[in-house]
């Protein structure tokens, strides 16, 4: 690509042709202020805010416009920000900005911007208007008369989550954010991604958990990655004393580029089974707490006879604890294996032009894998084949059923660069599909952590034993007469609790240290961001105790 | 010395920023020591300014007939208007109503109440008669300078009023400009 020069503010600056005014004054440390420009998503112009001048005519948006050869630019001259200073005003005169009772005061680019222009009163009386306020959401309340109209949202939603929810309708004052045609947003086909919360600048949209609880300066950021799929998605969880207030993506990870889906989002957040915090026994039907000490005393006698079934959610570390400690008689409780193993990377969703997706609905679980896909199919730069995807049907004219599936491989092999996205699939499916010799294959592993359980060399068994130790967050079981049965688990559920004989407590989630394998086999670890409950055991005291058992 | 008086009084406001005025603590002393003289205030016996008082502080928003009264009458006795605290300066919490029928709001307030027993709404001469909609001070009269915050820090009250009485024109900057 060619280079441009051009003096921006009286500085000669060369940069390369294509580029925005607003990116060119960046790398020359020059700033200049926006409110609806978003680095990640595309430029817009809406707000004016970063107005500047740029040869004859009126003032030019400088994230919209694009530099030329010889363009001679003035960023902030006293009538540029005195039209910077009415806009402003315009902003927060046009709805209801009383900050003081605003759930984003301290975290908000309006507010920021105000601040910075020394704004100490409306110059236009404001807001006349009522506007409405949407809290039907489980997560998300949308309040449009905090919304400035930047779009974010909805540029969001589309360009990055690939869920095309959001829009702008009506014109004028009397613009607002339209969710689906005229929905209510618990009804709206929305994911409950988290992106237009994430993206919105104001108090407009606003996550409801965490609101109240903290302000962003109050809160440390820690970033780690989400344990929640192997798809391992970068984080930034906001924690305040030893409480998570929420999680946002990390626009920097080379994973997700901020991009989360529900389950990583807010799901775990919103976790609501009883935890166990102590090991506990049932003798004679009767639960009693007893000591770690006890707990391992009773594993160790019952060692001999015992089959340990290791859930593929947990860490690395004590995926290795057991298998050390047990051996052969340690299995994975769930599959392991793909029907068909893995040829593509991520990388590889972003220029396909043909994704075949079967048997897995990207909108519930891979949610970030979905987004890959639905944000290149919707605007028809690629086409999607769904076989039995579940809702990902919704989007594409090309949608089957099992027994379509020659038809569907038809279609796909209409396409240059298809990709094959999968987890399980029945018998019958993966023979058809693994002999197409131009495809790509992207397994999703079955558990966020089933490459790690595969780089052990653990493999699946049903369990059948008598003395069962079972190690997970989803754990049941069946039991039959003189069974024995343990689970190192999370979660005291009362089903869990008919079936078991002790129950010994582990760490969840963000409680621990732990790696991952994420399903191109990258290594990441997820971070202890909280210390958990007293009586909750960590990976390092279980592995310690099995040591010595 | 030269003295420079000031008066103040609240409109529709919760007398937070007249909290924080006294939030000065000692150097609300150090200021008289330079010459401010407080005249009549909400807790002095004198509730009206003298003309030609120099400083003029109004806490609130404007919501009734009493208010743009007071508001007027401040504007008119006094040659520098300071709107103090973000009810004064846009309006604030106080603007909620707007949106609301005020019969409406004046029952809920005084007789559906949860916890009220055969209830009225008060009457009556002395009683402010609410004005169609609550407002920020310049929306009624000129205002020449503006404290926002809820309520505005002794920090930003004492910066306007030593800038005042050193004869700068006051500017807030930074940690002193907060809206809430
Ligand atoms: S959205 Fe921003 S500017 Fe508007 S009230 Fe909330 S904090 Fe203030
Ligand atoms: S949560 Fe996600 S899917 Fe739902 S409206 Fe927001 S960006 Fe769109
Ligand atoms: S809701 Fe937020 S992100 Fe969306 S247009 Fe309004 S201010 Fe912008
Ligand atoms: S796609 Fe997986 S790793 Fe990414 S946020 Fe969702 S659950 Fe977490």
């Keep these: ?549 | 010395m030269k003295k420079i008086t000031l008066a103040s009084d609240w409109l529709e406001g919760c007398a937070g920023c007249h909290m924080s005025l006294l939030d000065m603590d000692e150097r609300l002393v150090e200021l008289i020591n330079e010459g401010l003289v407080i005249t009549a205030t909400p807790i002095t016996d004198l509730k009206v300014p003298a003309f030609g008082t120099d400083i003029g502080v109004l806490e609130g928003a404007v919501a009734t007939d009493h208010h743009e009264e007071v508001a007027k009458l401040f504007r008119e006795r006094c040659k520098i208007l300071v709107a103090l605290g973000d009810c004064a300066v846009f309006g604030g919490i106080n603007t909620m109503r707007n949106y609301i029928p005020i019969e409406e709001l004046l029952k809920r307030g005084y007789v559906n109440t949860e916890s009220t027993v055969e209830g009225k709404i008060p009457q009556g001469p002395g009683i402010g008669k609410h004005l169609k909609k609550c407002m920020a001070l310049n929306e009624v009269v000129k205002v020449d300078f503006y404290i926002p915050g809820c309520p505005p820090s002794a920090d930003a009250i004492y910066k306007v009023l030593k800038d005042i009485l050193e004869g700068k024109t006051p500017e807030l900057k930074e940690e002193l400009l907060k809206y809430d």
């Design chain 1, 1 to 549: 690509m060619g280079k441009v020069r051009l003096k921006i503010d009286g500085k000669e600056i060369e940069v390369e042709e294509g580029k925005t005014i607003l990116e060119a004054a960046k790398e020359a440390g020059i700033e200049i202020p926006t409110l609806c420009y978003h680095e990640k998503l595309l430029p817009y112009g809406a707000c004016r805010m970063c107005v500047v001048e740029a040869g004859p005519g009126a003032l030019k948006p400088a994230c919209a416009t694009y530099v030329t050869d010889g363009m001679e630019v003035k960023t902030s001259t006293p009538e540029i920000q005195e039209v910077r200073m009415t806009v402003l005003q315009l902003l927060f005169g046009e709805r209801n900005h009383y900050c003081m009772y605003c759930e984003s005061s301290g975290n908000c680019e309006l507010q920021d911007l105000g601040y910075k222009f020394g704004l100490d009163h409306f110059e236009f009386p404001p807001y006349e208007d009522k506007y409405p306020v949407d809290v039907s959401h489980p997560y998300i309340l949308l309040d449009q008369n905090r919304c400035v109209l930047c779009r974010r949202c909805a540029r969001a939603c589309a360009e990055l989550g690939g869920h095309f929810v959001l829009e702008v309708k009506n014109r004028g004052y009397q613009s607002l954010i339209n969710i689906d045609l005229n929905n209510q947003f618990a009804q709206s086909s929305c994911v409950s991604c988290g992106l237009c919360v994430q993206v919105c600048p104001t108090g407009a949209l606003v996550d409801k958990r965490a609101s109240y609880l903290g302000r962003k300066e109050q809160a440390e950021v820690i970033k780690t990655n989400c344990d929640r799929c192997p798809v391992g998605c970068g984080i930034e969880v906001y924690r305040r004393a030893n409480f998570i207030l929420k999680v946002y993506g990390d626009w920097d990870s080379p994973i997700n580029q901020g991009v989360l889906c529900k389950n990583g989002r807010y799901l775990p957040l919103y976790e609501d089974r009883p935890r166990l915090n102590a090991p506990k026994l049932k003798e004679g039907g009767i639960w009693t707490q007893i000591s770690p000490e006890m707990a391992f005393k009773v594993i160790s006698e019952k060692k001999g006879a015992a089959t340990v079934f290791l859930e593929g959610s947990l860490p690395l570390e004590l995926l290795q604890a057991f298998k050390s400690a047990l051996g052969d008689r340690v299995f994975a409780l769930n599959e392991v294996n793909p029907p068909i193993p893995s040829t593509a990377t991520l990388k590889d969703l972003e220029d396909a032009d043909t994704y075949l997706v079967v048997g897995v609905d990207l909108n519930e679980r891979y949610g970030v894998v979905g987004s890959m896909i639905k944000r290149r199919v919707v605007p028809q730069n690629a086409r999607l084949i769904a076989v039995e995807a579940g809702s990902l049907s919704g989007i594409t004219d090309f949608s089957y059923e099992y027994k379509d599936i020659d038809t569907a491989l038809g279609e796909a092999r209409k396409g240059e660069k298809v990709v094959a996205v999968y987890s399980s699939l029945p018998e019958g499916i993966s023979e058809r599909l693994e002999t197409e010799s131009g495809f790509k294959y992207l397994f999703l592993p079955y558990e966020a952590n089933t490459m790690a359980l595969k780089e052990l060399g653990i493999e699946h068994k049903v369990p059948q034993e008598k003395v069962k130790i079972y190690v997970g967050e989803n754990i049941s079981s069946a039991r039959s007469p003189g069974d024995f049965i343990v689970a190192f688990t999370p979660f005291e559920t009362p089903e869990l609790k008919s079936v078991a004989d002790l129950l010994i407590p582990i760490t969840w989630y963000l409680e621990d240290e732990g790696t991952f394998i994420t399903l191109e086999g990258k290594k990441v670890v997820r971070q202890r961001v909280v210390t958990p409950a007293e009586g909750v055991l960590t990976v390092e005291e279980i592995s310690s105790r099995l040591l010595k058992i």
